[in-house]
């Protein structure tokens, strides 16, 4: 089975800048359409990256410009490089499988972007 791990949130000020793995274990998902979504307090989860396995991309318009999302077949991972942070980028990010699947929801990573 399928587990998506993600990493690389922290703490940073406006204007920083963090890179997110997203890792696949026990399977390949190099066929598959793959996004970063994220969820902040008291919101929905929404999807703000998606590539897909032909590795063309799309953005949501609140971080086109200043995200970038990639991937890695050969080490089954997905990256989302997040430049410009704002503090109302502060989420917990996840990765999944685009449209996504319950199954492979994680823990997510926390981004918190200070002002």
């Known amino acids: 089975q399928v587990q998506l791990v993600e990493s690389g949130g922290g703490l940073v000020q406006a204007g920083g800048s963090l890179r997110l793995s997203c890792a696949a274990s026990?399977?390949?998902?190099?066929?598959?359409?793959m996004g970063w979504y994220r969820q902040a307090p008291g919101k929905q989860r929404e999807l703000v990256a998606a590539i897909a396995s032909g590795f063309s991309t799309s953005y949501a318009d609140s971080v086109k410009g200043r995200f970038t999302i990639s991937r890695d077949n050969a080490k089954n991972t997905v990256y989302l490089q997040m430049n410009g942070l704002k503090p109302e980028d502060t989420a917990v990010y996840y990765c999944?499988?685009?449209?996504?699947?319950?199954?492979?929801w994680g823990q997510g990573t926390q981004v918190t972007v200070s002002s």
């Open positions: 999944n499988t685009v449209p996504y699947d319950h199954v492979y």
């Open positions: 026990g399977g390949i998902l190099s066929f598959r359409s």
